[in-house]
C-alpha cells in the first residue's frame, strides 16, 4: 500500500526548500470538469484521449494541415512511459533519452535515433495520430487565474500558486507549450480547419483573440473553444484507484492515468541526466531531470521512499539553500510552487524527487541537490513507486 505524506508527518526538506508537507490537495478544479466519461469507467476530464482499436486508425473530427512524424513519435513514447519532456515535434536531448530507453527496453541498439529497428518496433502504433481535435471546457473560464509576483514575501500571501492564465494550464494538461499550442492553432483555428464565413468570424471571439482572465494573464485561447493539441493518451483515471480526491483532478489536470506499472527500482544517472524505472529486471519507464549542482550535488547511493506529499508547500529558507541570512516563508501548494505538485520523498535527509513549474528547463538547469522532473512525469512516477521502491542515485 502506498504511504502518503500527511500534515501529522513533518517533512524535513531543507536542500529543496519544501517541509510540513501537506497530504490533502486544495480543489484545484470543479467537479464537471473532471468527470465526464463515467459509462467507461474513466474520471479523466472531457479531453481525454480516444483511441482507435488494434488496426485501426485515429478518426480525426478535422484532418491535420500537415503531417509531424516527430510529434507523432513524442506521442507515442509518452504514452509508454519514455518521457520526451516537452512535447513540441522536435528533437532533443529529451526525446533521444526516450528513444534510448524505448530501445533498452525492447532488446534494441541503443541509439537515441529514430532508426528502422526502432521505427518497426513502434509499428503497432502508427495508428496513433500526432495530434487530435478538442474542445476546452466551458467551466475553465470560471477558473481564477493570478498573476504570480516575483517577490518570495508576496507569494507567501497567496492561497495557491496556480496556473497564471488559462493557456499555461492548457499546455501543461497537453505536456506542451504555449508557443506550440498557438503553431497548432494559427489564428485560433485548428490547423487544417476551413476558414469560417464572416459572419460566424464576427459571431465569435475566441479564435485567437487575448481576453484578459480573472486577475490573471491575458489567454490566447478561451473555455469552449476547439483546438488541436498534442495526442498524449495513458490518462485514464481508474474509479477508485486514487484516495485524494484532490489528487485525482491534479491527475486529470495533467493528463495522468492512474494505470502505471508498480516499480521495484528506481536509478536516476547524474551524467544521463535520466531517472529510469524497473518493474523486476525490465526497463519499464524513463524520464529526463536535472539532479544536483556544484553546490548541492546529488548524494550517490541507495535510499528508500520514505513517502509521497502531494501537492506540498514550499518553505522557502535562504541559510537552507546556501543564499545567506534572510527572512524564511512558507509558500502555498500549486502547479507553480517551486517542487511542483508532488513530492516523494527519500531516507536521505533533505533529499526528495519533485515536480517543477518550469518544464522547458528540465535536463538544462541545475536543481538544489534533489531531483526535478516535469510535473506530468512527476505525477506519473508518483503512481509507479512505493515505500518498496529502491532508489538508486548513481553518476
Given amino acids: ?26 480543489r484545484q478544479a470543479s467537479a464537471a470538469d473532471q ?35 516527430i ?6 513514447l509518452d504514452r509508454r512511459g519514455f518521457g520526451p519532456g516537452v512535447i513540441d515535434g522536435k528533437m532533443g536531448m529529451s526525446t533521444e533519452n526516450a528513444l534510448r530507453g524505448f530501445q533498452e527496453a525492447n532488446g534494441l ?17 502508427d495508428g496513433i495520430a500526432a495530434t487530435r481535435v478538442v474542445t476546452v471546457p ?16 508576496e507569494k507567501a500571501e497567496l492561497d495557491r500558486l496556480d496556473y497564471t492564465s488559462l493557456d499555461e494550464r492548457l499546455a501543461e494538461r497537453f505536456h506542451t507549450t504555449l508557443e506550440v499550442l ?81 516499480v521495484d527500482r528506481i536509478v536516476v544517472s547524474k551524467v544521463g541526466k535520466t531517472l529510469k524505472a524497473f518493474k523486476g529486471d525490465k526497463l519499464v519507464a524513463l524520464f529526463t531531470v536535472s539532479s544536483g549542482s556544484s553546490q548541492f550535488p546529488l548524494p550517490l547511493g541507495e535510499w528508500d521512499i520514505l513517502g509521497e506529499a502531494y501537492n506540498p508547500p514550499y518553505s522557502y529558507d535562504p541559510e ?3 543564499q545567506g541570512d534572510g527572512e524564511t516563508y ?4 500549486g502547479p507553480n510552487c517551486p517542487v511542483g505538485v508532488v513530492w516523494i520523498d527519500l531516507s536521505k535527509e533533505h533529499y526528495g524527487i519533485h515536480g517543477t513549474p518550469e518544464p522547458e528547463t528540465i535536463g538544462r538547469a541545475q536543481s538544489s541537490g534533489c531531483v526535478r522532473l516535469t510535473n506530468w512525469d512527476a505525477a506519473r512516477l508518483a503512481e509507479m513507486v512505493s515505500q518498496k521502491t529502491r532508489v538508486e542515485f548513481v553518476a
Fill in 1 to 26: 500500500m502506498r504511504f502518503i505524506l500527511t500534515t501529522g508527518l513533518a517533512l524535513v526538506l531543507a536542500a529543496c526548500g519544501a517541509n510540513d508537507a501537506e497530504g490533502d490537495a486544495e
Fill in 35 to 69: 468527470v465526464v466519461n463515467r459509462d467507461n469507467g474513466n474520471l479523466a476530464d472531457s479531453m481525454a484521449s480516444n483511441d482507435p482499436g488494434a488496426g485501426e486508425t485515429t478518426k480525426e473530427t478535422i484532418a491535420d494541415s500537415e503531417e509531424r512524424p
Fill in 71 to 76: 510529434m507523432q513519435l513524442q506521442v507515442v
Fill in 109 to 125: 541498439e541503443v541509439t537515441g535515433k529514430h532508426d528502422e529497428a526502432t521505427k518497426q518496433a513502434l509499428a503497432q502504433s
Fill in 138 to 153: 466551458q467551466d475553465w473560464s470560471a477558473k481564477d487565474y493570478t498573476d504570480i509576483p516575483e517577490e518570495t514575501a
Fill in 182 to 262: 498557438k503553431r497548432l492553432n494559427p489564428d485560433g483555428r485548428p490547423a487544417g480547419a476551413s476558414a469560417p464565413d464572416e459572419t460566424a468570424e464576427q459571431a465569435s471571439d475566441d479564435s485567437g483573440t487575448t481576453e484578459e482572465a480573472t486577475d490573471g494573464q491575458q489567454s490566447y485561447f478561451t473555455a469552449g473553444q476547439q483546438i488541436r493539441v498534442p495526442n498524449i493518451g495513458a490518462d485514464r483515471i481508474a474509479p477508485g484507484a486514487v484516495d485524494d480526491s484532490g489528487w485525482q483532478q491534479t491527475l486529470a489536470s495533467l493528463g495522468v492515468g492512474t494505470e502505471q506499472p508498480e
Fill in 320 to 322: 537552507v539553500l546556501g
Fill in 330 to 333: 512558507k509558500l502555498p501548494p
